[in-house]
């Protein structure tokens, strides 16, 4: 069992916030980070798969196929858009970088099972300071 | 004389446009860059300022001092904010990292100069690959 | 269940040693870290908690309550300080990486318990080749 | 149980290909890495070992040993070297991270388990955007 | 008056020697760079790019066209390759970062001057500890 | 003409401070910088050296006699150390980043020009926030 890793950013802009709310309780539970004019980030995502090495080409799977499966499903929707109102899969999720984090597993999971190996974690870090992480758990 | 530099770093939305273009004239010139959903990015913000170090604290001026500056004149106005529509210093301007970087020289420069000490560049970095310096010239 | 770190950091002093030993013990077992004048470091913290996302918010807890606990519980107590004389919850431990980590847990624990979440990982970076890594295990 | 992290560095030329094809076939299988005229990267090596904290010491392990055992089992081997023709334990193996990462275990495993610790992972970052992990199982 | 930077990385192989000098005179003046059986390096490489802001777009050059230029001029010539054998633009020429950075400026300089800019200086970073930096002078 | 960085590292305590004060009149002036039980950091040294190519070897000055030049004329006497209390080049000085810098300058300014080149700048970057540079002017 090896695991590779493949790192791949995004820009983008996004709002956390609740429509029922106004704006004054939006800022009371997400902060500066309700900003109705939006704000954004760069993102760096960090894509963990596990699997067998296969002993023909020494490769887990290629790194540039997993890095083009990532921009095909992930950035490509989401790399200099706005994350509430232009990507598909996070419909309806307020897009904190845990929902981000478990939005994106989801895009990947299957195509990496179908090349024989297996989805470990996604990781998004938004800022120096703060990351999160999903594990398919 | 010494330089000293501090780091700041803030998060924005924007987007590159000419208001009298169409979306596509904009696309043409600005590429993904003009998304009129907005995107965003991790800014980091380098400030160097030079002088005579003061032989009674061995400071040129205290990085304290420096860094609440820039909070006070740049970080409040641009942290989490739409730097299109919400930044008074970047009004009527296109928001790309060359014009930032000397909107935020001029917000700072008189207020180091009273300090005794000088502006020397204003750096803004939009992702780990594009930078922009502007040196008052 | 959803993981974020959080990454705090601090400046401190302090000195690997034995009050028992000589200074030449001293540096027999502990090399110059031995050194009875002190050193000191910039600490990174990575702080990783676990837990399942408030569909609500979509956070696992808000990483700005994170980052103000750690700074009330760990940061205060240790940022320009001396290890082995001013930090209470390093009383009687020798300051090494390891120990730090393990104190920072124990220091930290109970109140992302109490916030209905869990305690991951407390990780101490000393310098950029050398870290430790505490689970609760 | 705590788990501690060295970071060593080497810098090395490689190639991925399989002998009996041609450079045509070799291309299509591995890309650009299979150049035969050789290319080259600088490896950052993460090596994490585990177990219980020395009350004498507050160390799992001294971490400048870990560091001269990680120099004396491999850096000395595979820096400024050709990882396919002169690093012994690289012999019949192609050169990818996944296959450095393992071989790179089976190098520490046994002097680590000797010193009273266990060899938890070695990572190995061949570029900022791709990394392999070998952890024993 | 405005800088502007941008990073490209390339990945490649290369060995410090003079032809005419043995094997051990060039290890006695290039040491382990030397090593005939080539070792390699990730080269992160830093254009940065002086002039006028345009007050139509707000670029100094659109950064999009400068890594395109360095793409075409530089990194297509030396990514995955041997930088002693392979390379027209080092040819004949020992393959330091000093030589590599100063071979570079010459590849770029008159493209960036007919795009209405100046090229201002060409740095190459061969390890996280080494680097070379040409301005043209 | 071409400009070559070394980067070097030391760990090392200190604490701002004049004698003739007291503790709160030091932190009226110096903050949590003047514990009087001392604090530390990582430092990170980048000194550039400048001058002309040497042809027959490709290099301005070899970067492995430069790193041996820091180490035996700076790191030697930092690393591990207080730097208010045993280094004789800091005696006297109140050790700032911005004192530093300019004492590491004369530390090895002679040293260089005997070899054929000239310093050009010394950096200490003290956290990932707060750097000084000195120039020689």
Known sequence: MIYITRRERFNAAHRLFRPEYSDEENFAVFGKCSNPQWHG?????????????????????????????????????????????EVDFMHGKIPTAENIAMAIWHELSEAVTAAGAALHTVRVEETENNSAEYRGE
Do not use: C, Q
Not at 56 to 66: A, P
């Open 41 to 85: 980030h760069n993102y760096t995502l960090y894509v963990t798969v596990k699997g067998a090495i296969d002993p023909h080409t020494g490769f887990l799977v290629d790194l540039k196929w997993l890095s083009e499966l990532i921009r095909e499903k992930v950035i490509n929707k989401v790399d200099h858009k706005n994350l509430n109102l």
